[in-house]
């Protein structure tokens, strides 16, 4: 179904909107992983014509975005201001894709609405205006898949081709897709064959039309094969393959990971209350316009919607070492988009059930769940960002010259000006986290830095879900690499420090500590004795 709404007045009215609620967040210094890798990248790319990483060890990930970036710091120069448009831009043209996607599949009424929905859940929100590459492959995606509902697979394809080289995940779809075409050529004559009738964007399109999805397996091909002829390994550097594959493949991992992955795409930061409202309005007949039923999505392309969930989900269950919600921006649109579907067919205040989850959804904005998430997920990253400023400008003013013991990121965001948070390197000596075991690691060698600088490496909330339950602390320490974080005062008994400053914002910390050594101690001493009586 296509309405009177020309694309490029929806992207620009979705691009006025969310650059607007971002508005405050646009200048703010790289959080993380960008500043860990994805803007290390595009700047090699930028200075150095380098698709491969020269500051940062290559993590194999295709440079698309690193490139997208890149060009926008070529023609409007290097800022923050500069990265994050450049990102809204692409978050505008996914959620187009969505909106495009949803009125194939339904309607226009169907697809603002989801569009909105989408725009609004805290995941995709926070990761908009983020240089990061999985918004980016996800809305690639979206634009693959409403080809493929519309029967044209060339298009498809390129549109796929594009999505794995923004992230070679997104390879999922399109190999998803063709396993469904293949299976239902397999099945069409026995008792599931309903699922393949005439109306299915999978059905009998011949070898040769379905075989047009492979060709999106080609690009990402000829990038792996570049970059194994550039660094000697093809996924990543062995590190990055051993964290993200090779640690994962254990079958209680993979059962744990499968019920957090369904957990964030149904009910993560307030997705239940959007999946529960699906399942009541199932309870309800249809609603009719005048003598006509409303009509839903049709069966099999709901089905082809379920295909490539499933397949994220059980994809990201077996692999990738952290289980981040964002690995998983291409499956929940789809589950938004049948949700909005099947209220619209069913209620008649569906409106009103969407604005409920509308308001859901900017409440976990600023709404830090009773478990464990990512502050790269909802608001909690700008309180993460503001905190380090702090922090690290306490540093530059009074100990500029000081060695500085801290974690990744703070080591990056220390050492590297122009990541935004200081206007000179410091020296500093990493250490992996703050844990107990590597805090008296530290203090053993504590005569090779002045300072530390000491953070929460996640978000511990006050009152978790599970309580502290030992035997869920003992699997994630197992499998996620969960480590908890010495809070600061015990810190600084241990390496032998005073608290010089510290600060907190929902759940999250930062000190900075002071060790007191002999020399540090007559220092002070001497500029007291110096310092005029009042």
């Known amino acids: 179904m296509r309405s009177s709404l020309h694309p490029a007045l929806v992207f620009a009215v979705i691009f006025f909107g969310i650059f607007l609620l971002h508005a405050p967040l646009v200048r703010l210094p790289y959080f993380w992983d960008e500043a860990g890798y994805y803007v290390p990248a595009a700047r090699d790319l930028l200075l150095h014509k380098s698709l491969i990483p020269l500051t940062t060890v290559s993590n194999a990930h295709p440079p698309l975005v690193m490139a997208w970036v890149a060009l926008w710091w070529k023609c409007a120069g290097y800022a923050p ?4 448009s450049a990102m809204l831009l692409v978050a505008a043209f996914s959620l187009l894709g969505v909106f495009r996607l949803a009125e194939r599949v339904a309607n226009t009424q169907v697809a603002i609405a989801s569009t909105l929905c989408t725009a609004l859940y805290p995941v995709f929100f926070a990761q908009s205006s ?3 590459v999985d918004l980016a492959a996800a809305g690639l995606t979206f634009w693959g898949l409403s080809c493929y509902v519309e029967d044209r697979p060339i298009a498809a394809a390129i549109w796929f081709s594009f999505a794995a080289l923004a992230k070679e995940t997104a390879i999922v779809a399109p190999v998803a897709l063709i396993g469904w075409a293949l299976l239902g050529r397999i099945a069409r004559r026995g008792r599931w ?7 299915d964007p999978a059905r009998d399109r011949g070898a040769g039309r379905t075989a047009f999805l492979l060709i999106s397996l080609i690009p990402l091909a000829l990038w792996y094969a570049y970059h194994y002829s550039r660094t000697g390994y093809i996924f990543g550097n062995p590190e990055f393959f051993r964290y993200n594959v090779a640690a994962t493949l254990n079958p209680l991992r993979f059962l744990l990971a499968l019920v957090l992955r369904l957990w964030q795409t149904f009910g993560y930061l307030h997705l239940w209350i959007l999946t529960l409202a699906m399942v009541l309005a199932m309870q309800f007949p249809p609603r009719k316009d005048g003598d006509i039923e409303r009509p839903r999505i049709p069966v099999p392309v709901q089905m082809t919607f379920l295909v490539v969930v499933a397949a994220y989900v059980i994809v990201m269950a077996l692999i990738g070492g952290a289980v981040l919600a964002r690995y998983l921006l291409p499956a929940v649109p789809l589950v938004v988009i049948e949700a909005v579907s099947t209220l619209r067919r069913r209620w008649r205040y569906w409106t009103a059930a969407v604005g409920v989850i509308a308001v859901a959804f900017i409440v976990g904005w600023f709404w830090n769940p009773p478990y464990g998430f990512s502050p790269e997920d909802n608001l909690a990253y700008r309180d993460y960002v503001r905190l380090h400023q702090e922090a690290e400008r306490v540093l530059e003013a009074r100990y500029p010259m000081a060695r500085v013991l801290t974690a990744w990121p703070a080591s990056d965001e220390l050492t590297r000006p122009w990541l935004g948070y200081m206007t000179r390197p410091m020296q500093v000596v990493r250490i992996e986290d703050f844990s ?5 690691s530290a203090a053993d060698f504590r005569e090779n830095f002045d300072v530390a600088l000491v953070f929460s490496t996640k978000y511990e909330p006050a009152r978790p879900l599970l309580g502290r339950w030992s035997a869920w602390t003992d699997l994630k320490r197992r499998f996620f690499g969960y480590e908890q974080d010495l809070p ?24 900075v500590l002071e060790i007191e050594k002999p020399e540090i101690l007559n220092a002070g001493a001497s500029q007291r004795l110096a310092a005029p009586h009042p």
């Open 81 to 84: 201001l500069v990265t994050r």
């Open 130 to 132: 983020l240089a990061q």
């Open 193 to 199: 064959r309903g699922l393949w009738h005439r109306d």
């Open 436 to 440: 107990l075991v590597q805090v008296i």
């Open 488 to 511: 600061a005062p015990a810190a600084a008994q241990i390496l032998g420090a005073r608290i010089v400053f510290s600060a907190e914002r929902k759940g999250q910390r930062i000190a």
